[in-house]
């Protein structure tokens, strides 16, 4: 389902001399990390799986990795972060085994009502069929920009659930290639352009102004009601690329200077259960 450079991974782990090796990866590789686990255990390196949840590359599991008394940890499916880590961490992205263009052939008169000047954008699973995407949509007509990014993404096109800024480009409409809601929907959100997501995997394509749209107005109810509240507790991640303790201590300080109670709540896996007792 997904390319992931085994031989490459092996080599490097080799230069850092590494024996015990933890292998971190979202849910939909849990396979491809249990055939590297076996790979670099037949060439003389202990793996261990980790089996927490993973939300991206701003979420490294390398203080459990140095807990594991590992040399190494082994990030799958995502691309490089500068982050600062505890063990050495290899950055592996897992290119996806499915043809885009044959998704973007299926839905192009969809596209067409993006505008003739799109923004073409996707995450890096698909990343490195986003040439042949291109080459395809200017063959039909179309104009089509593909945004630089600034210093967090690792290639041109490539959007993260934190950041949209190759998607912010002189368009008419921005296609997202991939699967799933979270990135189109916030292309839809941070652009305010009409946003078209076409799924390489089924072929299908999802218009999501109207769903950003709801979700806006469900975030504009839920402040309009904090309005009336007089305790707030103020989240701050502690994962190592979402930590914003500097942030979330302004806004504890602005809610008491205008009189309510706040308190700074420190969260790992951020959950509507965890937070009943408060």
Same mark, same amino acid.
């Given at each position: 389902?997904?390319? =992931?450079?085994?031989?490459?991974?092996?080599?490097? *782990? #080799?230069? *850092?001399?590494?024996? #015990?090796?933890?292998?971190?990866?979202?849910?939909?590789? !849990?396979?491809?990390?249990?055939?590297?686990?076996?790979?670099?255990?037949?060439?003389?390196?202990?793996?261990?799986?980790?089996?927490?949840?993973?939300?991206?590359?701003?979420?490294?599991?390398?203080?459990?990795?140095?807990?594991?008394?590992?040399?190494?940890?082994?990030? *799958?499916?995502?691309?490089?972060?500068?982050? /600062?880590?505890?063990?050495?961490?290899?950055?592996?992205?897992?290119?996806?085994?499915?043809?885009?263009?044959?998704?973007?052939?299926?839905?192009?008169?969809?596209?067409?009502? +993006?505008?003739?000047?799109?923004?073409?954008?996707?995450?890096?699973? /698909?990343? /490195?069929?986003?040439?042949?995407?291109?080459?395809? @949509?200017?063959?039909?007509? @179309?104009? =089509?920009?593909?945004?630089?990014?600034?210093?967090?993404?690792?290639?041109?096109? $490539?959007? +993260?659930?934190?950041?949209?800024?190759?998607?912010?480009?002189?368009?008419?409409?921005?296609?997202?290639?991939? %699967?799933?809601?979270?990135?189109?929907?916030?292309?839809?959100?941070?652009?305010?352009?009409?946003?078209? %997501?076409?799924?390489?995997?089924?072929?299908?394509?999802?218009?999501?102004?109207?769903?950003?749209? #709801?979700?806006?107005?469900?975030?504009?109810?839920?402040?309009?009601?904090?309005?009336?509240? $007089?305790?707030?507790?103020?989240?701050?991640?502690?994962?190592?690329? $979402?930590?914003?303790?500097?942030?979330?201590?302004?806004?504890? !300080?602005?809610?008491?200077?205008?009189?309510?109670?706040?308190? *700074?709540? %420190?969260?790992?896996?951020?959950?509507?259960?965890? +937070?009943?007792?408060?």
């Amino acid at each position: 389902m997904h390319e =992931v450079s085994s031989g490459e991974i092996l080599e490097t *782990l #080799r230069e *850092l001399n590494a024996k #015990r090796v933890l292998i971190q990866t979202p849910e939909g590789l !849990k396979g491809e990390a249990q055939s590297l686990a076996d790979f670099l255990e037949e060439n003389g390196i202990e793996a261990i799986i980790s089996g927490d949840i993973n939300y991206g590359a701003c979420d490294p599991a390398d203080r459990e990795a140095k807990l594991l008394g590992c040399d190494a940890l082994v990030h *799958l499916g995502h691309s490089y972060m500068t982050l /600062h880590l505890e063990v050495p961490t290899i950055f592996v992205p897992a290119f996806a085994k499915v043809d885009v263009v044959q998704a973007l052939e299926r839905n192009i008169n969809e596209i067409r009502k +993006l505008g003739r000047r799109i923004a073409l954008v996707t995450t890096s699973q /698909h990343i /490195h069929q986003l040439v042949r995407a291109k080459e395809f @949509l200017q063959k039909e007509g @179309l104009d =089509v920009v593909v945004g630089e990014g600034d210093s967090r993404v690792s290639w041109p096109g $490539q959007v +993260l659930g934190c950041n949209f800024t190759a998607a912010k480009v002189d368009a008419e409409g921005v296609l997202f290639i991939g %699967a799933g809601y979270f990135h189109p929907l916030g292309v839809a959100i941070a652009t305010r352009k009409p946003t078209l %997501a076409v799924n390489p995997y089924s072929g299908d394509a999802i218009w999501m102004d109207r769903e950003a749209e #709801r979700l806006v107005r469900k975030r504009w109810a839920q402040i309009a009601k904090a309005m009336d509240a $007089q305790k707030f507790g103020v989240i701050t991640s502690t994962k190592k690329g $979402q930590l914003r303790l500097a942030e979330a201590r302004r806004i504890v !300080k602005l809610l008491r200077e205008h009189g309510k109670y706040a308190r *700074l709540i %420190a969260m790992n896996h951020i959950n509507y259960p965890a +937070l009943e007792g408060f």
